[in-house]
């Protein structure tokens, strides 16, 4: 693991262990309170990347071979990511919020939120195409603010009756959507499927039943092994907001996986998306808005938006086949039930 403001390089897990005992070791849950809330963010990115790095990578960065006893994480790491992970409300494991959502800085901090002046803190590799991979991420979260605030403003107008602000909203929503597809559509162009897929996602795919868990050394009342599956898009609060906000349901049988994922988002956006979800149901979701107005023009722009979430899952499976399913070895791919994402679920399913 490398970062631009730490002062060590990865180089296997021998040295990720000293660097962290040298550190961390003795640091208390009264040390840990000590820190400012951004430290702690800080600190939990950078504990998700030593323990994903520790448990799943080799020294050449490559895939652990799932070795007996490859799945302990010493005290030295176990007992400050679990502290920090309770103080912050987040799980004990990789997640988009640290790989993504609070993983970049500008490298101009003056300069504009924009792809060329994005960097990110932490990586994996040297390798472009991991930042690639992460920056098309961090630039759909960037693009996708248009999105959410309009749907907010088109929420709390529907409420109110007002038919011109939620016209207008929607048309700002259909706007925002097409605008995060597009950021999606770049991943292509500096992420190769290959590369991607081996190694980029290796370290994301946290500690999933397949692999035998994390067993957490030295935390008592952790579960042996505890099990969970690491970062994944379904933790940006993004798509739900807008899918909630739409009236846009999920199918049968992913309730589970998607209340484990949203307990992965910062706690922030979980209450975020709480509050979209109850205004939906309080007020009607702009669905139902848009139909009891038997107004063409709010239906047909209500439509549009229902169309640019379809283009943009679709474009989206499209990457999952490309950079997923054909990057597996053939018997792999024709077994359904092996395909998996690195939020531990069959992707076939997905
Ligand atoms: C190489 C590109 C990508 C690949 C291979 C990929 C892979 C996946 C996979 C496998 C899932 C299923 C859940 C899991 O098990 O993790 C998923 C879900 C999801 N991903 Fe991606 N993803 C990519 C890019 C993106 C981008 C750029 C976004 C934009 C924010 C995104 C947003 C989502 C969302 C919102 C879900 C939840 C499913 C849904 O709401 O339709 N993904 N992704």
């Not at 003795?26 to 430290?39: C, F, H, M, N, R």
């Not at 323990?51 to 790491?77: F, M």
């Not at 690639?132 to 088109?154: S, W, Y």
Request: aromatic fraction near 8%.
């Amino acid at each position: 693991m490398t970062g631009p403001d730490h002062e060590f390089a990865y180089a296997g897990n021998i040295s990720i262990r000293s660097w962290i005992m040298q550190r961390c070791h003795g640091w208390t849950v009264s040390d840990i309170k000590q820190l400012s809330p951004a430290e702690q963010w800080r600190f939990y990115t950078i504990l998700s990347f030593l323990t994903a790095g520790y448990i799943r990578l080799d020294k050449d960065h490559q895939a652990s071979p799932a070795t007996p006893g490859s799945n302990v994480l010493p005290v030295e790491l176990a007992q400050p990511f679990i502290g920090i992970a309770a103080g912050l409300g987040m799980p004990p494991v990789m997640t988009y919020t640290a790989y993504v959502l609070i993983n970049y800085m500008l490298k101009d901090p003056r300069g504009p939120l924009t792809r060329e002046n994005l960097q990110s803190i932490f990586r994996f590799y040297e390798l472009p195409d991991e930042e690639h991979f992460r920056q098309v991420h961090v630039c759909c979260e960037i693009a996708a603010a248009a999105a959410i605030r309009a749907a907010f403003t088109a929420l709390e107008a529907a409420r109110s009756g007002d038919r011109a602000v939620v016209l207008t909203s929607l048309k700002a929503m259909q706007v925002g959507i097409t605008e995060i597809m597009v950021e999606m559509g770049k991943m292509r162009k500096g992420c190769d499927p290959k590369v991607f897929f081996q190694p980029i996602r290796i370290p994301l795919g946290g500690w999933p039943e397949r692999m035998g868990g994390v067993i957490f050394k030295g935390v008592p009342g952790m579960p042996e092994p505890y099990i969970s599956g690491g970062a994944s898009g379904t933790q940006t609060t993004t798509i739900p907001v807008l899918d909630a906000a739409l009236g846009i349901g999920h199918v049968d049988g992913n309730a589970e996986f998607m209340a484990d994922q949203v307990a992965k988002m910062p706690p922030a956006h979980r209450l975020f998306l709480a509050k979209i979800i109850s205004m939906a149901k309080d007020g009607g979701n702009l669905q139902t808005f848009a139909m009891s107005t038997k107004d063409s023009h709010i239906i047909n722009a209500y439509a549009a938006c229902v169309d640019a979430m379809h283009g943009f899952r679709k474009a989206h499976q499209a990457f999952v086949s490309t950079y997923i399913l054909r990057q597996m070895p053939s018997a792999e791919q024709s077994q359904p039930a092996a395909p998996q994402g690195t939020g531990d679920r069959a992707l076939l399913g997905s």
